[in-house]
């Protein structure tokens, strides 16, 4: 089963980009989830995730302008990304949070140009 994510584009720096994941309700009610990116020649790092309950926590890099939520209803975990920059370029992923390796799908890509 692979995580689909979707949303990504291209963006001036100072805007805005709403990532989106489906998961499976097998997947997604039992697990924290995650949103991940991998820069080019970078490792892929989290960005964010959240729990079942709705606690989050993000990485200072995107702190205050990022805002990961989660919809139960829909199986559907979210990333706004508000006021982006250069630096947030990156290919997006969703995963559960720890990660695993079988969820990785195609990503979603995010330019911010300057």
């Known amino acids: 089963v692979q995580l689909q994510a979707s949303g990504g584009g291209l963006v001036q720096a100072g805007g805005s980009l709403r990532l989106s994941c489906a998961a499976s309700?097998?997947?997604?009610?039992?697990?924290?989830m995650g949103w991940y990116r991998q820069a080019p020649g970078k490792q892929r790092d989290i960005v964010a995730f959240?729990?079942?309950?709705?606690?989050?926590n993000y990485v200072d890099s995107v702190k205050g302008r990022f805002t990961i939520s989660r919809d139960n209803a829909k199986n559907t975990v979210y990333l706004q990304m508000n006021s982006l920059k250069p630096e947030d370029t990156a290919v997006y992923y969703c995963?559960?949070?720890?990660?695993?390796?079988?969820?990785w799908g195609q990503g979603t890509q995010v330019t911010v140009s300057s």
């Open positions: 959240i729990t079942r309950s709705g606690s989050t």
């Open positions: 995963n559960t949070a720890p990660s695993r390796a079988s969820y």
């Open positions: 309700g097998s997947i997604f009610n039992l697990n924290t």
